[in-house]
């Protein structure tokens, strides 16, 4: 690691079931490959500059998690990885493709909408707001993408689409439209949606910030047991620190577009050394 710079639905999400087999098929890949790669990548809205010549990796099966402050560029990293926006300067790879270039005739230039699609089915994401179909029931939530983007037949589609609504405790909601789920189980469904794309990394967007306090441990418990028991590549924003601690191989806490500390949760939730992490984490512990 460089360090450069809702209806009602009959339950509380208070538990969920362990994840027992592996969500994608990040698991037959060996884990210490180098997956996401920032390389000096500068973000800025008008006069406001995101982040500020970003430099930072994540290897393949480790779970790298972001903290620090409102407005330090966190989210902006996960939406450039989703091709929402575009750096100003600077380069991003996945898997040893670039995302936010192409490479023609040892030039890097503007991708092509093509290239961008082949490089992103690589990446998949959970949102702060579920996104889900409101005109679509679970089942169909989960297998849509896989079927229109991935060209997987309905009947492989629809069987890994039970696996991993199971996977999320959610078999018994099936035919159920979301508007007639909470909003933690909406959540769920969101996680299976974006696992059923079979993706080498997994972007976690603050997933618990849009619910009611009494259905957040639900879905961390689904998202802990998943990074717990699969080697699924993850990168997380989010200001819970206690789940941060525990599914975090490293911690990388920013300020004002910039890593200003980074290490294992043990050092930086038990001894961070910078006088900036320290002030965050005395306001968020």
Do not use: W
Not at 129 to 147: G, S, Y
């Amino acid at each position: 690691m460089k360090n450069d710079g809702s209806a009602t639905a009959g339950d509380t999400d208070a538990t969920a079931p362990a994840a027992s087999s592996a969500p994608s098929e990040s698991s037959s890949r060996a884990a210490g490959k180098e997956l996401v790669r920032f390389d000096n990548v500068t973000k800025r809205f008008g006069d406001v500059t995101v982040l500020d010549q970003l430099d930072f990796c994540v290897d393949t099966g480790k779970h790298v998690t972001l903290i620090g402050p409102s407005g330090s560029g966190k989210t902006t990293i996960l939406r450039l990885l989703m091709t929402l926006l575009t750096p100003e300067e600077g380069t991003i790879t996945v898997d040893g493709q670039y995302l936010t270039h192409e490479e023609r005739n040892g030039k890097l230039v503007k991708p092509s909408d093509k290239h961008v699609r082949e490089v992103r089915k690589k990446i998949g994401m959970v949102f702060q707001h579920f996104n889900l179909f409101p005109n679509m029931r679970v089942l169909r939530n989960v297998m849509e993408a896989p079927v229109h983007v991935l060209g997987l037949s309905k009947d492989e589609a629809e069987q890994r689409a039970k696996e991993l609504i199971e996977l999320v405790g959610l078999s018994e909601h099936l035919d159920k439209y979301p508007s007639q789920l909470s909003g933690g189980q909406q959540q769920r469904v969101a996680i299976a949606r974006a696992l059923a794309m079979r993706p080498q990394v997994l972007l976690l967007d603050e997933v618990t910030s849009a619910l009611d306090p009494e259905l957040v441990a639900g879905v961390l418990d689904v998202l802990r047991d998943i990074a717990l028991s699969t080697d699924i590549t993850m990168l997380v924003v989010t200001h819970e620190m206690s789940f941060a601690r525990d599914i975090s191989d490293s911690v990388l806490m920013f300020d004002k577009g910039k890593i200003v500390e980074s290490g294992s949760p043990d050092k930086i939730f038990s001894e961070p050394e910078h006088d900036r992490t320290k002030e965050f984490l005395a306001t968020v512990l």
